[in-house]
């Protein structure tokens, strides 16, 4: 089979192979993929930003595809899968034409979505549907998410089927004008001092109950812009990893500080996930993503230089 494959952890390891195509374990599906995301991470992967991975490894975290092997009642049928932990890290991922997984590590694909859509669905949905769950944002929460990129748009459209009341705040004025023509309630971002007068301001006399940081560059303010008894959620941090959080604060308001990653899920955990987002999407409560980029397989050496030098498309790599 054709693959991506990298050696050495820099963006110009990255090679387009033959390799062979993997042979399922007992319990296991073996693959066709028809399309697999792109995200941040995987890039920051080859870059060697997380030290468990192991060389050399085909990278890729969400795909899409066929079942071509396994157990019969799975052959033949659209799935979706991925995210979870090792995978793409200390086991082949998915950007090649073949990936092999558990039989219990995939879903039914959501007949609403093609295989692209789907492929686009992973990480960022699965993120925020673990922020949403932990968070505790259900009917009637007042949710503010702080940033506008994918994992942000995928909580805004799974917490507003939710049923909550939810604020995105964004600072590209061309973002914030996309965001309200899509109907979609947007607070300015301006500085940090200024935030917690501006959610004052927004949310009048009852603060949000969640703030979800998206950027890693809020935590600070939003702790002084939160109710009492709320919860902050993170899955970003400065390189460093070091922020000045006002505990006093914190404390004083009972709030909690939640981090969020999707890495510490299992490829089964994250199905299971996939099945709920796959339900919304089925019962028409998420909207169809859009604006994909998609690209041959072959082109995503250059697809991954293109997002580490600051592309914000979202790419899905085509077999």
Request: charged residues 20%; negative net charge; proline residues 8%.
């Amino acid at each position: 089979m054709k693959a991506i494959q990298f050696s050495a952890t820099r963006l110009d390891s990255l090679q387009w192979l033959e390799l062979p195509t993997p042979t399922p374990a007992t319990g296991e599906v073996l693959v066709e993929v028809r399309a697999a995301g792109l995200n941040p991470s995987d890039v920051k992967n080859v870059l060697g930003r997380f030290s468990y991975t192991t060389l050399p490894r085909i990278p890729g975290r969400d795909f899409a595809g066929v079942v071509v092997e396994g157990p019969p009642e799975l052959m033949g049928k659209a799935v979706w899968g991925g995210t979870g932990k090792g995978f793409g890290f200390n086991r082949d991922g998915c950007h090649a034409q073949y990936v092999a997984v558990p039989a219990k590590a995939v879903a039914p694909k959501p007949e609403a979505l093609s295989f692209a859509q789907a492929a686009a669905c992973g990480v960022p949905y699965i993120t925020a549907w673990d922020a949403l769950e932990r968070g505790g944002v259900q009917d009637g929460t007042r949710l503010l998410i702080l940033g506008a990129g994918a994992v942000a748009r995928a909580a805004q459209a799974l917490a507003t089927a939710r049923g909550a009341r939810v604020v995105v705040a964004a600072r590209r004025a061309e973002v914030i004008r996309e965001l309200e023509a899509e109907g979609i309630e947007v607070m300015p971002l301006s500085d940090a001092a200024q935030l917690p007068e501006q959610v004052k301001q927004r949310f009048a006399s009852s603060p949000p109950d969640v703030i979800f940081d998206t950027t890693g560059f809020w935590l600070p303010a939003a702790v002084n812009s939160l109710a009492p008894f709320g919860r902050i959620l993170v899955i970003a941090a400065p390189v460093d990893g070091k922020v000045d959080t006002p505990v006093l604060d914190l404390y004083r308001r009972g709030g909690s500080i939640i981090g969020i990653n999707s890495l510490l899920y299992s490829l089964e955990a994250c199905a299971r996930m996939r099945e709920h987002i796959g339900t919304a999407f089925e019962e028409g409560t998420l909207p169809i993503p859009g604006d994909l980029t998609e690209l041959p397989l072959a082109d995503a050496a250059a697809a991954y230089r293109d997002i580490d030098s600051g592309g914000s498309d979202k790419v899905i790599l085509i077999p």
